[in-house]
């Protein structure tokens, strides 16, 4: 536009509008790029954020399998234990609310005196 200003081709004006229509273009140019930008980066940190909470749901999958792996080793172990020592359960169940062994009082019963 200013080389037909220029040649008087075209008016001072004309060209000066041309100029600020092609200026306003490309600031509307930089400005979709940056909305772009920012949106790629925005999903980028939303799908890091669900990648991270797949991975920390995965491991408290994996540590509630390998907890549960683990009691149940524990209590056949038990149950093997009880088997060898005396052959069968270790006696009859303490009844409720039943006489308490010497030596395990509740606070309750030692403010008591009982």
Known sequence: MTRL??????????????????????????????????QRNELASKESQKQAEVDRLRFAADLAGRRIADETKNAQTNVDTVKKTDGGPAGPAPEIGGPRPLGRRRPADAALGR
């Open 5 to 38: 200003a220029e040649e008087k081709l075209v008016r001072g004006a004309e060209a000066e509008k041309g100029r600020e229509a092609v200026a306003a273009g490309e600031f509307a140019v930089s400005q979709a790029e940056a909305e772009l930008k920012l």
